[in-house]
């Protein structure tokens, strides 16, 4: 521009001022790549607490089996759940049947004649549950195993030696229970109902494991279960070894010492399906 009239000679070349650099985009980002973050203290002690009340039953459990003291209640315990195995199983296949247990330590659970009017009723029943709570395919499934598969257990002569396992089946429900509501944090998330449900549930599996593994091994444990029946009966396994599958009382103990093995990882697995903190890290 002239100094002296203010005409405009040239225009001013406007100066470009510099971009800003884009930022740097990762390619982890790019994908939607979120980077792990370091897990709190407190989940981290969440996720170790089923383990440690799991080791802690193991650890406790032989208390009511060693203990003079609690010797007692741990055979009581033992055997009400035992009776009641056998018991709800005589009912299921309607066989009347209740247990009895004697304070000075003999337990038995005699089931009466099977009424007809009582297996076509729990047929009944079981018919209606698979149409209540089932759907779709598995309603047509379970309505075809009760109208088959019921009547061919309850009718046969299967039930004598199922009867005769579900006094010890249900020793190994009841550990099963036990541990599950241990790694699950129980009915009322107390620690001490974890502790105890642990040592109830280690007990019972060491119990029948040790049986069977000394039933398997050891023939003065054999003379031993032989002549230790409750009310001058013969025991569970030696009826069904000699009376009904005519097996070797060593291959019955082998079948439920592994059973009794089982009883941990289906604990472990129904915490895991029902709860989804069984698992560390999940």
Known sequence: MCCLCGELLRRAERTREPAAPAPRVSVLAAVGHRPERATPPAAAREAREPWLFLALGALTGPVFGLTPLLEYMGWFLASLVHEMGHAAFAWFCGMPAFPAIALDGHAAAMHGEQSPLLV?????????????WLQGPARWIAGALVAVGYPALALSGAKEVLHLFAGHAGELLFATLALWKTLDGGFTKSRLERALYGTVGWFLVGRNAFLCWRLMHSEAARADYA????????????????????WRLESVALLMLVASVLVVPAAIALAHFTRGRCVPGD
Do not use: K, P
């Not at 076509?120 to 209540?132: G, I, K």
């Not at 002549?227 to 005519?246: H, K, P, V």
């Open 120 to 132: 076509l009723l729990v047929a009944l029943a079981l018919a209606m549950a698979a149409w209540r």
């Open 227 to 246: 002549s230790s029946g409750s009310f001058g009966l013969t025991n569970d396994y030696l009826r069904i070894a000699e009376e009904l599958l005519f």
